[in-house]
C-alpha cells in the first residue's frame, strides 16, 4: 500500500502564482486534513475534511482552496501565493478523527 | 496562549536514561496524540489516546482528562529515539491543534 501520496516533493513559486498541491491516500480514509509547519510554529491545520462533499477550516485557512471530490483525494489550492506561504506542507489521513492520522512525506514550498 | 503546550522544550538524555515528555492542554478534546517526527521530516503516529494509559514497546503514553494532561515516556532510551516527539489533540471531529514540539537528543 502506498498510504498517503503527496506530490510535488518540491516547489518554487514566485509571488501572486496559483499552484494546487496533490494528495491522495488508498486507505479508504473517510478524515483528510491539511497541517503546515513553520519553524518555531509546529504543525497548524488548514483545512480538513471528513468525507466526500465535506469540508472545513482550520487555525490558519485563509490564502487556501480545498474541495473533496472523491474518498482519495484532497487537494490544497494556493490561490495566489505569497512569501508568508513559504512552508513546509503535510497532508495526512485516518479512518476517523479519533483515530491515528496516517501522514504523506510533505511538500516543501518556496515562494519568491 | 497556546491550547496546547509541551515541556521540556529541548531534552538531551545519555543512552538508558528514562525519558518523560509532558504535554497540557487547555481545551475540550475527545482524543489526544503522540506523534514522532524525525530528523528527515516524515511523521509517524505513535499513540492515540481518548483515557488511561497505552504501551508499546519501550514507550508508553497516559492521559489524565481531569487534570487536562498527558505524558509520553520511553524507557531505556537509544539514540534511535532521537527525534521531535508532538502532542496534538483533537477538537470536535477532526480539528487537531499542535503543541511545539520536544526535540529529543539520546547521546550515546
Known amino acids: 500500500n502506498a498510504g498517503v501520496t503527496q506530490t510535488p516533493k518540491f516547489q518554487v513559486l514566485k509571488t501572486g502564482q496559483s499552484m494546487t498541491l496533490q494528495c491522495a491516500q488508498d486507505m479508504n480514509h473517510e478524515y483528510m486534513s491539511w497541517y503546515r509547519q513553520d519553524p518555531g510554529m509546529g504543525l497548524r491545520l488548514i483545512h480538513y475534511s471528513v468525507g466526500a462533499g465535506i469540508t472545513d477550516q482550520g487555525e490558519v485557512p485563509n490564502g487556501y482552496n480545498v474541495s473533496r471530490s472523491t474518498t482519495e483525494d484532497f487537494p490544497l489550492r494556493l490561490l495566489s501565493a505569497a512569501p508568508s506561504q513559504t512552508s513546509v506542507y503535510f497532508c495526512?489521513?485516518?479512518?476517523?478523527?479519533?483515530?491515528?492520522?496516517?501522514f504523506g512525506d510533505g511538500t516543501r514550498l518556496s515562494i519568491l | 496562549k497556546n491550547e496546547v503546550e509541551q515541556s521540556p522544550q529541548n531534552l538531551t538524555a545519555q543512552e538508558g536514561e528514562f525519558i518523560t515528555i509532558n504535554c497540557s492542554y487547555s481545551?475540550?478534546?475527545?482524543?489526544l496524540h503522540w506523534l514522532q517526527q524525525h530528523p528527515g521530516g516524515g511523521i509517524v503516529s505513535l499513540f492515540m489516546?481518548?483515557?488511561g494509559k497505552k504501551k508499546h514497546g519501550r514507550l508508553i503514553a497516559t492521559i489524565n482528562i481531569q487534570e487536562k494532561h498527558s505524558s509520553l515516556h520511553i524507557t531505556a532510551s537509544h539514540p534511535r529515539d532521537s527525534a521531535v516527539y508532538i502532542c496534538a489533540v483533537v477538537r470536535g471531529l477532526n480539528d487537531m491543534r499542535f503543541g511545539a514540539g520536544t526535540r529529543l537528543t539520546v547521546k550515546p
Open positions: 495526512a489521513s485516518s479512518s476517523q478523527g479519533d483515530q491515528p492520522q496516517h
Open positions: 489516546l481518548s483515557s
Open positions: 481545551v475540550g478534546i475527545s482524543a
